[in-house]
């Protein structure tokens, strides 16, 4: 046998598994995929199975279709890109992150996550309800934030700095770690801090 008949072969077993067939021409059913008619027991098996499946897969679709608002955490200063860069990166440094990229000529600095308090998450973010159907009804035990920064030029003497921060905590009932969007708080508490800091530079 050489492999062209071989390949043929599999094909067509995959396809006889999977077709419609009735001799009689008076019923068809996918061989192997759906229960025949009349078997209530197997009929209901597939309802109550594929009906929860589906719905979990389109509420995770949503949340996953949820959009983090950036506006929030955009701003442009006065300044020169060498001017702000270097003082957000004084910013930073009092604030305590841990930086984990640095690259000047793209204009980005990411940090790693670190750890908050409780109490500053629920300062900082949009707190989800606690509620037993969403796995949520446990207590927050630990908070973790993580944020992005992306500095580029809007024009001579113009810059502009954005901020994405990343918040999570975790959960006691689903012991795993959630997360959370932010309300704006942090972003204006690090871009009002910034715009401090370069009056003081610039005055």
Request: proline content about 2%.
């Amino acid at each position: 046998m050489n492999n062209k008949s071989a390949i043929v072969r599999i094909y067509s077993g995959l396809f006889q598994r999977f077709k419609m067939v009735e001799p009689s021409g008076a019923r068809m059913e996918l061989v192997g995929i759906l229960p025949r008619r009349g078997d209530k027991k197997s009929n209901l098996t597939l309802y109550f199975g594929w009906v929860p499946f589906l719905l979990v897969f389109i509420c995770g679709c949503a949340t996953i279709a949820a959009k983090r608002d950036t506006s929030l955490g955009t701003r442009a200063f006065l300044g020169s890109y060498e001017d702000v860069w270097n003082n957000l990166l004084d910013v930073i440094s009092k604030k305590g992150d841990t930086v984990t990229v640095k690259n000047k000529t793209k204009g980005v600095i990411l940090t790693g996550y670190d750890r908050i308090t409780i109490e500053k998450l629920k300062e900082i973010a949009k707190m989800p309800p606690l509620k037993i159907s969403s796995n949520l009804a446990g207590a927050w035990l630990y908070a973790r934030n993580k944020i992005d920064y992306y500095v580029e030029t809007v024009s001579s003497g113009q810059t502009q700095v954005k901020i994405i921060v990343y918040l999570q905590g975790y959960n006691a009932s689903g012991q795993r770690w959630i997360n959370i969007f932010t309300n704006g708080t942090k972003e204006k508490e690090i871009l009002d801090e910034l715009a401090l800091q370069l009056g003081k530079k610039n005055s």
